[in-house]
T-cell receptor, first 111, second 112 residues
């Protein structure tokens, strides 16, 4: 079974803190993705990566950065957390041309 | 613009009914289409993937069909159960893209 894991299920941070969200997949997938999900807005793509050290902006990259130093690990970084970044964050991976698999999500609250 | 639409946004049915969930998409040049399920507060679980060359896929009580020419996919759930209650999302990848485009989802409630 494909497994995508995320470092935390729940996270509470203060405004201005630097936040790291980690995602690991164990199936040698090329593509990895970070989304955020908000009520009424659906899933929105923040960044994705199609190879080690490669990244592309998604639909809402502002206020975020990413890092992919190893194929199995994709990190999302909030350089200076703000209250409007309170959301559910979902990581996903996919082996071309197959199914996309999601992690369990991290519910981040910024106070 | 390439978009995915799911109507209605919510559906409530009694247990035992056979259900059809609808997904429509603009632009028939899709690469593949995937159906997901999401329980409250959880991540998405992949249900079925249909490649552009396929007409349908089946898994247990689930059957998904694809009609590219009309820009539609349906997810058929046989003999619905309360445990099927969840939000169901449809997502499409178009040729030349790496990114899934998601519909807003349909919240299904199956009442005992």
């Amino acid at each position: 079974d494909v497994k995508v894991t995320q470092s935390s299920r729940y996270l509470v941070k203060r405004t201005g803190e630097k936040v790291f969200l980690e995602c690991v997949q164990d199936m040698d997938h090329e593509n990895m993705f970070w989304y955020r999900q908000d009520p009424g807005l659906g899933l929105r793509l923040i960044y994705f990566s199609y190879d080690v050290k490669m990244k592309e902006k998604g639909d809402i990259p502002e206020g975020y950065s990413v890092s992919r130093e190893k194929k199995e690990r994709f990190s999302l970084i909030l350089e200076s957390a703000s209250t409007n970044q309170t959301s559910m964050y979902l990581c996903a991976s996919r082996k071309i041309p197959g199914e996309q698999y999601f992690g369990p999500g991290t519910r981040l609250t910024v106070t | 613009k390439q978009e995915v639409t799911q109507i209605p946004a919510a559906l409530s049915v009694p247990e035992g009914e056979n259900l059809v969930l609808n997904c429509s998409f603009t632009d028939s040049a899709i690469y593949n289409l995937q159906w997901f399920r999401q329980d409250p507060g959880k991540g998405l679980t992949s249900l079925l993937l249909i490649q552009s060359s396929q007409r349908e896929q089946t898994s247990g009580r689930l059957n998904a069909s694809l009609d590219k020419s009309s820009g539609r996919s349906t997810l058929y759930i046989a003999a619905s159960q309360p445990g099927d209650s969840a939000t169901y999302l449809c997502a499409v990848i178009w040729g030349g893209s790496e990114k899934l485009v998601f519909g807003k989802g349909m919240k299904l409630t199956v009442n005992p």
